[in-house]
């Protein structure tokens, strides 16, 4: 099965600095990786999504990259601030009529200082 | 309300009690999941049910049982947990159509086996 790997586990920067988390994928045929924020005691919220057609998608502060030959995918936050602070899940699956089964990354606590 | 939403929030329950775990999605999608979120562990997927059919069980034990009435409502029937059990039970709900759609999350249940 599908198994993925994130990096760093923490992470902890100044306020307007950059952000990124990075994530590996072991399943060639998988083809939806989304982002996921989860605020402590909250719901998992989707930020962004990119699918395998594309390798690049931005969206204001926020972008994900995608090499699709090294099964590699990154989170990208720039100007960051305060709310920014929570952990991020990246995921992989495979969209069909099976349904959207995700498999997670194990979670970056990212912390963005004043 | 709109979303996902689960029921209860909060369970406290012994190793011999039998509690169910609600969900509900107002979304209008046809299939839905149950995660599982540990400290320190990444979410689990554990059931997925599309179409109102099951298609995953990922060695779940059996003291856990899904039910899925309609493509509405989706529950969590539990009996004989162990400690090891505690965790955050987070239902999500999709659209499984052309190219499929993002997983939306409820708030989750936290239980606690004692």
Not at chain 1, 25 to 48: C, H, T, V
Not at chain 1, 60 to 69: E, S
Not at chain 1, 97 to 108: E, V, Y
Not at chain 2, 51 to 78: A, D, G, K
Request: proline share 4%; charged share 20%; aromatic share 8%.
């Amino acid at each position: 099965g599908e198994n993925v790997e994130q990096h760093p586990s923490t992470l902890s920067v100044q306020e307007g600095d950059s952000a990124v988390i990075k994530c590996t994928y072991s399943d060639s045929a998988s083809n939806y990786f989304p982002w996921y924020k989860q605020e402590l005691g909250k719901r998992p919220q989707l930020i962004i999504d990119i699918r395998s057609n594309v390798g690049e998608k931005k969206d204001q502060r926020i972008a994900v990259t995608l090499n699709k030959t090294a099964k590699h995918f990154s989170l990208h936050i720039t100007e960051t601030q305060p709310e920014d602070s929570a952990v991020y899940f990246c995921a992989a699956s495979i969209l069909g009529g099976g349904g959207n089964k995700l498999t997670f990354g194990t979670g970056t606590q990212l912390k963005v200082e004043l | 309300e709109t979303g996902v939403t689960q029921t209860p929030r909060h369970l406290v329950m012994g190793m011999t009690n039998k509690k169910s775990l609600k969900c509900e999605q107002h979304l209008g999608h046809n299939a839905m999941y149950w995660y599982k979120q540990s400290a320190k562990k990444p979410l689990e997927l554990m059931f997925v049910y599309s179409l109102e059919e099951r298609v995953e069980n990922n060695s779940v034990p059996s003291r856990f049982s899904p039910e899925c009435p309609n493509s509405s409502h989706l529950f969590l029937h539990l009996h004989t947990l162990q400690p090891e059990d505690s965790a955050l039970y987070l239902c999500a709900s999709s659209q499984v159509a052309q190219g499929g759609t993002e997983a939306f999350f409820g708030q989750g249940t936290r239980l606690t086996v004692v």
